[in-house]
Every structure is written in structure tokens, then in C-alpha cells.
């Protein structure tokens, strides 16, 4: 635990250094997704090599190379540091002040949160074993431990594909959007946010693997479901829509998470 302690604490500085060099906090998004896969491999090198440790290992590496790839494709595609941190840029100043508050605001909080979100990861690969006493009570050990990690593998790999499509959905509808449109049909006919979803689902089936391993280990869905929904999803999204009339027929009959067949 100490080398993955030291190893992203080690990169968050340095990823903060090069920041306050190109002016560009949104630099850390990009970060987001290599971490959990340094979180994945370290740990890993440290496990048994279980199977289990071995699926949940290949499924985040398989996660973080989608997500790093899609937010470094649109950031090169951009060239300018995201609206979030440009607005706290001018509302923060240029001094020390700036500096402090960024390094602790948007490095150290996104370490602290991605640790967090990595509990499942790490209770698998590190063994961590306190395996909640009702489910001993219906399987033996290899069955709850083979179960678990199918079907986490095959919710995770869902969320995944999912995920996966609803972006490449509305990165197509992006290319040919006529000013003012917003994207209604394919998975967002059912969703606001699908890849959102997706994202979640792939942290359930994660948490799912580490089911036999720890009471901890709806951690992982938990928290990341909470910050989709009402920090730094869901909320920052709708927000940029809001009081548009064609967002706003579209928000009141299309759910918001949960894809659902739309409300007439």
C-alpha cells in the first residue's frame, strides 16, 4: 500500500508542476483514469496472481485505456485548459493563493477520491479478507469467490460497452450538430446521461468481485455513483442546457440515469 501511496502521491506532484508550466489545470482529468490502472498493476504485482486478481486488474487497465484515450482525443482536440478550471483560475488569482488551492482543490482532493474509488481494487489484489458472515452461510469459499467474479466481470464489461458506445454516439452527433441542437435519439432516447451509467455499472461489477473479499466493497459503486449523480457529473452537465427550451422538453420526459423507456 505504501509504493501505491508513494507512486501516485509522487505523480500528482509532478502532473502539478507541469500544470502551473502550460497553464492548464484540466491536464488532471487525463491523469484520472491512469491512476486507477497504476493502482491496478502495482497491486496486482503484489497479489497472489489470482484469477480474480487477474480479471479485476485487466478489466480497470481495459477502463482506463478507454477513458484516457477519449478525454487526451478531445482535449488535443480543444487546446484550452476545461471551462471548470479556467473559471476557478480567474476567481482564484495568480499568486500563491492559486497555486495552494489548486494543488490541494484539484490534485491531492482527485488522490484522496481516487483511492476511495480503488477500495475494490485493493481488497481484492491485497487480500484483504473479511468476508461478510451471511454470505458464508450460502457458499463455500471457491464458489462465492468464482460467482462473484463472474458475474462482477460481466456487469463490469456491460457498463464498459455501454459506456463505450454512448460516447462514440455522441461524438458522431457533435461532427454534424447544427447551433443550439442537442442529441435525443439512440441510447440518450433512454438516458440523459448513458455513459454516466455505463460508468457506474462498471464500478458495480468491480465492487461485485469484491464481494467475498471485505464489507467494504460497495465502496467503490457507491462513491463513484454519488459523484456522477450530484458532484461532478450530472449537475455540471445539465447546467450548460438549463432554461433552453428544447433541453427542457427533452429533460421531462427522458430519464436522467437509468435508461427508461421515455415519458410521454
Not at 452537465?237 to 415519458?263: D, I, L
Request: hydrophobic share 50%; glycine share 4%; proline share 3%.
Amino acid at each position: 500500500m505504501t509504493s501505491i501511496l508513494l507512486t501516485l502521491l509522487i505523480s500528482y506532484i509532478l502532473l502539478f508542476l507541469y500544470s502551473l508550466r502550460i497553464r492548464d489545470n484540466s491536464i488532471v482529468d487525463v491523469f484520472w483514469g491512469f491512476g486507477f490502472v497504476l493502482i491496478a498493476v502495482i497491486s496486482y504485482l503484489q497479489s497472489d496472481l489470482q484469477i480474480s486478481q487477474t480479471v479485476v486488474t485487466a478489466l480497470v487497465c481495459l477502463w482506463g485505456a478507454r477513458i484516457v484515450s477519449h478525454i487526451w482525443l478531445r482535449k488535443l482536440k480543444e487546446r484550452r485548459e476545461d471551462a471548470r478550471y479556467a473559471k476557478w483560475r480567474e476567481e482564484w488569482g495568480s499568486g500563491w493563493y492559486f497555486v495552494v488551492r489548486s494543488f490541494v482543490q484539484v490534485y491531492m482532493l482527485q488522490m484522496i477520491l481516487m483511492l476511495v474509488v480503488a477500495t475494490a481494487i485493493l481488497v481484492v489484489n491485497l487480500g484483504y479478507i473479511d468476508t461478510p458472515e451471511w454470505l458464508l452461510i450460502w457458499w463455500e469459499i471457491s464458489y462465492r469467490v468464482v460467482w462473484c467474479m463472474i458475474f462482477g466481470s460481466v456487469i463490469s464489461f456491460f457498463g464498459l460497452i455501454f459506456e463505450m458506445i454512448s460516447d462514440i454516439q455522441l461524438s458522431k452527433f457533435i461532427k454534424t450538430k447544427k447551433p443550439g441542437e442537442i442529441f435525443v435519439n439512440w441510447l440518450y432516447r433512454y438516458s440523459r446521461h448513458p455513459n454516466y451509467f455505463g460508468e457506474s455499472m462498471f464500478w458495480l461489477g468491480i465492487s461485485l468481485i469484491a464481494l467475498p473479499y471485505s464489507y467494504w466493497w460497495l465502496v467503490s459503486f457507491f462513491v463513484i455513483t454519488i459523484l456522477l449523480l450530484f458532484v461532478s457529473g450530472v449537475p455540471l452537465q445539465e447546467a450548460r442546457y438549463a432554461g433552453r427550451p428544447n433541453w427542457e422538453e427533452y429533460k421531462e420526459k427522458t430519464s436522467v440515469f437509468v435508461p427508461w423507456w421515455p415519458r410521454k
